[in-house]
């Protein structure tokens, strides 16, 4: 069956350092991956979203991701983290009937 | 053009209640999909609908919850007989009508439902 595995529930790293957060996946055949940022009591905001191609993805605030075949990864990766950067971050890929799975998401806190 | 719209944003019901939450997709999108997210969970996929016709509702629960998308009028996701394991967020995802390919799903606010 088709997952999507987040192995850290909380990441903490301090204002300016550099962010990764872990993604893996399971799917049988190239997948449609994303990431997701969801702030405290809002919606879904779609970071960015890797279906063929170059595997590294560009995506808005500054994050991007990479997607390693080999490994089943999908990691997301931003340089420098801002105070306004702290929220959940879901990864998410898209089963063959269009149905996104969700990871059970990463809670990012950031330390001033 | 105006974003996907959940009503309410909030949702408190007693044990036993009914609940309706409402979704009201994109311009120019024909396809809803409703997902729930339980508490420290990631969301899960409920639904999947088009004008007048459920197409996947292999996510629902067997019981007590319903969904419709009309010709006219916001997508309704109806929980009867509410129970507290229904307190959770649910989000609507709409996505236009295309040929082929991946149809990028827009998610709404969510409707945050508590019931007591």
């Not at chain 1, 595995?5 to 799917?27: F, K, M, W």
Request: hydrophobic letters at 35%; one cysteine or more.
């Amino acid at each position: 069956a088709q997952s999507v595995t987040q192995p850290d529930i909380h990441i903490t790293v301090s204002e300016g350092a550099s962010l990764e957060l872990r993604c893996n996946y399971s799917y049988g055949a190239t997948p449609y991956l994303f990431w997701y940022v969801q702030s405290p009591g809002q919606g879904l905001q779609l970071l960015l979203k890797y279906f063929s191609g170059d595997t590294l993805v560009q995506g808005i605030k500054g994050f991007e991701a990479e997607f390693k075949r080999s490994q089943s990864s999908f990691n997301l990766r931003k340089p420098s983290v801002h105070w306004s950067d702290a929220a959940e971050y879901f990864c998410a890929g898209l089963d063959r009937d269009d149905k996104i799975i969700f990871g059970k998401g990463t809670r990012l806190h950031i330390l001033p | 053009n105006a974003g996907v719209m959940q009503n309410p944003r909030h949702l408190v019901r007693r044990r036993g209640q009914e609940a309706r939450l409402r979704c009201s997709p994109m311009k120019g999108h024909s396809h809803v999909y409703w997902y729930r997210q339980l508490p420290e969970e990631g969301l899960k996929f409920m639904v999947y609908l088009q004008k007048e016709n459920i197409i996947d509702e292999s996510g629902m629960p067997k019981e007590r919850f319903s969904a419709e998308f009309p010709k006219e009028g916001p997508s309704i996701l109806r929980i009867q007989q509410v129970v507290r394991g229904d307190s959770a967020a649910y989000f609507c995802a709409s996505s236009p009508l295309e040929s082929s390919g991946y149809n990028e799903q827009f998610f709404g606010p969510g409707t945050r439902l508590t019931v007591l």
